[in-house]
């Protein structure tokens, strides 16, 4: 197979190094590409002509040359160019796969696996049963299957002669409802695994020219490229053991570093290029990342995570068919246990060493529902006495939308999205506070912000970070295979151009990408607020708990069982997984907390603006802008209660920059007193009927229960948390949002 694969590679005008085995047999039972001699740092790994991949064209590059593409590409095309780039890959996919023998690409087929064997799509329902509560968990109708009788089954009909023997009995209505289905299901469910854990999704560009393309394909706006060869590459999350990194060029780019001798193959209008980052020595795997993902999207879209648990060693070895997959340190459930190299032995003490821990997913990230932060706030609004009236909370729920905090499309809908690093987003810190306002305060605030809006001149800030739209950002619940992603960062073909670096990634999309809405001018309420009213402090730190809270409550586990499940020797295969994917996020929860419960002492002892006045300057900028004093006489007539100073404390909350005292390492809401231009309404001390909300003392209770959960340092909230997985030297603040935007270009490895 090696050789039939170089050779076919060869004749297409591509060239592997000849000192790489592109189909390593791993310890793990994978395969990965290994160095059989050493390698020198730049040494081009594999060279791939166009030609020699799999893709969908977009509509000019079909017209200038239709030679160059299969007929089923040209079919999918023409016949059906509103298909997401992921099923037409598939599809195309498929149509090779059908034709045996007869398809020029039969000797790329032969080095396909069976599938993706861990990847979400294979699960039965009983195994996604351990994923409740995760951002995996599903929901609605099995998305593999509807794709499939929607739009995969009646091409296959309508083109037996394309996909041989793969049209489904009874038709395509019928087709991939219920049970196993026939040879078109099982084609497919093949395919798009493998399009899922090996496809490449690159900006859709003009090879030729290297313009930027700036029409969007009509699905998608990228293209999903199968590359041969380069598809066996694994993924490695560390830094220090990748080693290579793709390229793509354009031919005069091929030709000026010496790629390509006596000019491109006919047709051949770009290549990919795979170059060694760093030497590699005789038996090394090549490793690149295939991006910064959370253990919840790499299970998703590639079967494995890439958390460990110093358990895993005992564990796995005591049951097979289960442990670290290939590549890195990540858990394949269906895989041998990795036998470890010397280095990787002395890695895995150092992380025992670390801690109980091992390493955890940086990446990691939960989604908080904004309907989880209404019923924790309107229960404790209620049990105070003070239940809004269902206006109110719709104005509430209008104005967070159009000041950014919510979803503008479908604020009922959005997610805060959670990160390891930045646990506390200040998207949701904000909600909780304008939610728990009275009424006075609301109009106040929307007052302070229409005008200091007015005051930048609806200057817009990008939209909010944290809060996840419910269609595309976000692990998106329930919906089907991930998005792509990936990214072409480069513009393609300009000779003086830079080449465009590549990142790995793979995952389908769903059949195309909205428009990105008009960013709203956002508003960032920090904790300038609660450092002038202790009880609106108090009231805000024991909702955000709570809404913590319910969010834990999703798991059919608590994090203790999680733990005791991963010391069992039974917990192997995809329920090992499962259980690594659940207490990922709980850690993130647990990080949440632990932020939440640190703000709030900081609050109580003062400390939490201390930093944050050092930042005034700025603030008054934002008042004179604003004409805060006005605002906050207007503010004051409604109401009724006491009149906070309006110098002193609480006008220095006001100018209040982010609290650094609530950031530290769980990162709390970064408080900005009132984010882009928005300025924090004057307070008034209100009698805020705490007592019931109180009652208990919530806020100990909260503390002792997430003692309890962290106690023996299993979670990252815990106290040893600063000592497992999160480095400090990684830059973090590429937003989750983004990553689990799978239709967007991914950010490039920061190595
Ligand atoms: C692009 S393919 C890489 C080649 C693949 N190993 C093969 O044998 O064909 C991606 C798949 O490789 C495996 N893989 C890659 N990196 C891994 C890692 N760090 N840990 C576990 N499995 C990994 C997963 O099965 C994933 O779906």
Redesign the pocket.
């Known amino acids: 197979m090696a050789e039939a694969f170089a050779s076919w590679l060869e004749a297409r005008g591509g060239r592997l190094h000849s000192k790489l085995d592109l189909f390593k047999e791993l310890p793990?039972g994978?395969?990965?590409v290994v160095a059989t001699e050493d390698v020198k740092e730049g040494d081009l790994l594999l060279l791939l002509p166009i030609t020699a991949t799999l893709f969908i064209p977009k509509e000019d590059e079909l017209s200038k040359r239709p030679d160059a593409f299969r007929p089923a590409v040209r079919y999918l095309r023409e016949s059906h160019p509103s298909l997401s780039p992921f099923l037409a890959t598939t599809l195309a996919l498929m149509a090779e796969v059908a034709q045996g023998a007869d398809s020029p690409f039969a000797a790329y087929v032969a080095t396909?696996?069976d599938g993706?064997?861990?990847?979400l799509l294979n699960w039965t329902d009983a195994e996604k049963a351990d994923l409740e509560g995760t951002a995996l968990e599903q929901s609605g109708p099995d998305p593999v299957a509807d794709a499939f009788s929607r739009h995969v089954a009646p091409v296959l009909a309508a083109r037996p002669d394309l996909w041989p023997g793969l049209a489904e009995e009874g038709g395509s209505k019928e087709a991939g409802k219920g049970g196993k289905g026939g040879k078109g299901l099982q084609a497919f469910l093949r395919a798009a695994a493998l399009v899922q854990?090996?496809a490449f999704h690159l900006e859709a560009e003009n090879w030729v020219s290297g313009a930027k393309e700036i029409t969007r394909l009509e699905a998608g706006g990228t293209q999903v490229f199968l590359l041969p060869g380069i598809?066996?590459?694994?993924?490695?999350h560390n830094p220090a053991r990748r080693n290579a990194h793709l390229q793509r060029l354009n031919v005069a780019q091929a030709a000026a570093a010496a790629l390509v001798e006596g000019g491109a193959p006919e047709g051949v209008e770009a290549y990919f290029v795979m170059r060694a980052d760093k030497p590699i020595a005789a038996g090394e795997e090549v490793l690149h990342t295939?991006g910064n993902l959370s253990d919840a999207q790499l299970l998703q879209t590639?079967?494995?995570v890439?958390s460990e648990d110093s358990f895993a060693a005992a564990s796995t070895s005591a049951a097979s068919g289960s442990g670290?997959?290939?590549?890195?340190?990540?858990?394949?459930g269906s895989?041998k246990k990795r036998a470890k190299t010397g280095k990787e032995a002395a890695a895995g003490k150092e992380a025992e060493a670390e801690g109980a821990g091992g390493y955890r997913n940086p990446y990691n990230a939960v989604l908080v529902p904004w309907e989880a932060v209404e019923q924790v706030c309107g229960s404790m609004l209620k049990s105070m006495g003070q239940a809004p009236p269902a206006s109110l909370q719709r104005a509430k729920e209008e104005f967070l939308a159009s000041a950014g905090v919510l979803q503008a499309a479908a604020p009922a809908a959005t997610q805060f999205v959670l990160l390891a690093q930045e646990p506390l987003p200040d998207e949701l810190f904000t909600a909780v506070q304008v939610v728990l306002m009275t009424k006075e305060e609301f109009n106040e605030l929307k007052r302070e912000h229409a005008s200091s809006s007015a005051a930048t001149g609806g200057k817009k800030e990008a939209p909010s970070k944290g809060a996840s739209p419910a269609k595309g950002k976000g692990p998106a619940k329930g919906k089907s295979p991930a998005k792509g992603k990936g990214k072409g960062k480069g513009k393609g073909a300009e000779e003086e151009e830079a080449p465009a670096d590549v990142e790995?990634g793979?995952g389908p999309s769903d059949g195309g990408e909205a428009a990105a809405p008009a960013p709203a001018p956002k508003l960032s309420l920090g904790t300038a607020l609660l450092e002038e009213d202790e009880d609106f402090a108090e009231m805000t730190c024991i909702a955000t708990l709570q809404v913590l809270s319910a969010c834990v409550d999703r798991y059919p586990t608590a994090p203790k069982e999680d733990v005791r499940l991963l010391k069992s020797p039974d917990c192997t295969g995809r329920k090992r997984l499962a259980v690594r994917v659940r207490l990922g996020e709980k850690d993130v929860l647990q990080l949440a907390k632990k932020a939440v419960v640190e703000l709030m002492k900081k609050l109580r002892d003062g400390t939490a603006g201390k930093k944050a006045e050092a930042g005034s300057e700025e603030g008054e900028e934002d008042e004179e802008a604003s004409g805060s004093e006005e605002d906050e006489e207007e503010g004051s007539e409604e109401s009724e209660e006491e009149e906070a100073p309006k110098k002193g404390k609480g006008k220095q909350a006001a100018k209040a920059k982010p609290a650094a005292a609530a950031k530290g390492k769980g990162g709390a809401a970064k408080g900005k007193a009132a984010g882009a231009g928005a300025k924090a309404p004057a307070r008034k001390k209100q009698r805020r009927g705490l007592g019931a909300a109180k009652e208990g003392n919530a806020m100990e209770a909260e503390e002792e229960a997430m003692e309890e959960d962290g106690d023996d340092g299993l979670l990252m909230g815990s106290d040893d948390s600063e000592k497992v997985g999160y480095g400090g030297d990684v830059d973090f603040d590429d937003g989750i949002g983004e990553a689990h935007d799978r239709g967007k270009a991914h950010p490039a490895p920061k190595d």
């Open positions: 793990s994978d395969r990965g396909l696996p993706c064997p861990d990847c854990s090996r598809d066996m590459i694994n993924h490695s295939y590639y079967g494995f890439d670290s997959g290939s590549g890195d340190a990540g858990e394949g895989r790995a793979a």
